[in-house]
């Protein structure tokens, strides 16, 4: 998948989401997974962690706006998956969130027909991204793990990390 224009890719994993309950997954396993998955791209993927670092939940809006502190003459894109797109006009300051980036991009994972809001996209052009569909959620993959069974979608050195340090086992 490529997201058009981009010169580099931030991963912001995110501590609490406040539509979803409490992470089961600690920062730092977090973080290594993803250190491990992205170093399979060869694109420029960068993991920030300031989500992480926060208490509490963590909104989009405050690291938007924290990311143009850091880097002030960048502009931004989001890329969100399809379940948020659903769900966007129930994050914090989500109509501030249209103001402060270019485009939003939705990763589409089960269909490749994404119902549109029509609310949504009269105020912003939202751009379906033309992926392979993944029918599956980190929730689906979790639970797997649970049942014991070893998903099959995972790269093998992530994989690898979750066995060795028996992550989402019973």
């Known amino acids: 998948m490529e997201v058009p224009d981009c010169k580099e890719v ?4 995110n501590r609490q989401n406040p539509l979803k ?10 973080l290594e997974m993803l250190n491990l998955f ?27 706006q924290e990311l143009k502190t ?3 003459n960048r502009k931004f894109v989001l890329l969100i998956g399809e379940d948020n797109y659903s769900n966007f006009h129930k994050w914090k300051d ?3 969130i249209l103001t402060e980036v270019e485009t939003i991009f939705v990763f589409r994972r089960f269909s490749k027909e994404v119902p549109l809001n029509s609310h949504l996209n009269s105020l912003f052009e939202f751009k ?13 993959l979790r639970k797997s793990f649970f049942q014991s069974k070893v998903p099959n979608l995972i790269s ?12 989402y086992s019973k």
């Open 10 to 13: 931030f991963v912001i994993p």
């Open 21 to 30: 309950e409490e992470k089961i997954s600690l920062s730092e396993n977090i």
């Open 38 to 64: 992205v170093s399979e791209f060869s694109q420029s993927i960068r993991i920030l962690d300031l989500e992480l670092k926060r208490s509490g939940p963590s909104y989009t809006i405050q690291t938007i």
């Open 70 to 72: 850091i880097y002030p």
């Open 94 to 96: 989500w109509e501030k």
């Open 128 to 140: 379906f991204l033309e992926n392979p569909l993944i029918p599956v959620t980190s929730t689906d």
């Open 156 to 167: 093998k050195k992530v994989l690898d990390y979750i066995l060795k340090n028996k992550l």
